[in-house]
Structures are given as C-alpha cells and as structure tokens.
C-alpha cells in the first residue's frame, strides 16, 4: 500500500517555474514506476510524465518535453516534477501515480490505468 501526497502547486506566471513534489509512504518505494498526469477543467485525465523504478528510464507528453523534468529521490521517497517555462494550457490539476508492477514498453506507463495508486492532487494555474 502507498499514499502519495503533492505539494507545490500554486500560481506561476507564464515562462517562470515551478517544482511540484509527491512524498510517498512505504519502504519499497525504490520499486515503484511513478507518473505525474494532469486534468485541466473540462478535459479528460492526460499523461505529462513518467520515471521508471530504476529511474533510468523517463518519459513525456509531446506537450511538455523539453520543458518538464522528471526526476526522483529513492532516499526521500519523494518524486518530483520541474516545470520550466509554463505556459497558460498547462493550468491543471496535477495528480502524481505510483505503481508496482513490470511493463515490458514504458508506453503501458502513460496510462492511467496502469497505476494503483494515485495522490490527491494540486492545482497549477499558468498566469498569461
């Protein structure tokens, strides 16, 4: 069982950054793949990124690569997602999602069905 919590949402102006943050609980936090997804209002969930549980592996949507890192922190259980140079489409809920299981392509990893655990979210609102 894992419970992830987010924090670091809030208000950023277009082109600044922002770093939103999930903690986790549980000791084998080490062999979770962990994903970060988005839901802006009235859109469906959508994938922004994901790190595989060795790390070694990551992966973005088209719409924030090269502007989003994905990163984590096996010592403090703690996964993190560094948003350079937002912009106003980015506005959305961000929810972190934690998962155990082995995918043999990290394209089963931009689902969101593919994880078991998810936070409760944050919201990042991208001032023009």
């Known amino acids: 069982q894992v419970q992830l919590v987010e924090s670091g949402g809030g208000l950023v102006q277009a082109g600044g950054s922002l770093r939103l943050s999930c903690a986790a609980s549980g000791r084998t936090f080490n062999s979770y793949n962990l994903g970060w997804f988005r839901q802006a209002p009235g859109k469906e969930r959508e994938f922004v990124s994901t790190i595989a549980w060795s790390g070694g592996t990551t992966y973005y949507a088209d719409s924030v690569k090269g502007r989003f890192t994905i990163s984590r922190d096996n010592a403090k259980n703690t996964v993190y997602l560094e948003m350079n140079s937002p912009k106003p489409e980015d506005t959305a809920v961000y929810y972190c999602?934690?998962?155990?299981?082995?995918?043999?392509?990290?394209?089963?990893?931009?689902?969101?069905?593919?994880?078991?655990?998810w936070g409760q979210g944050t919201q990042v609102t991208v001032s023009s």
């Open positions: 999602a934690a998962d155990s299981r082995y995918y043999s392509s990290i394209y089963y990893l931009t689902q969101g069905q593919s994880y078991d655990y």
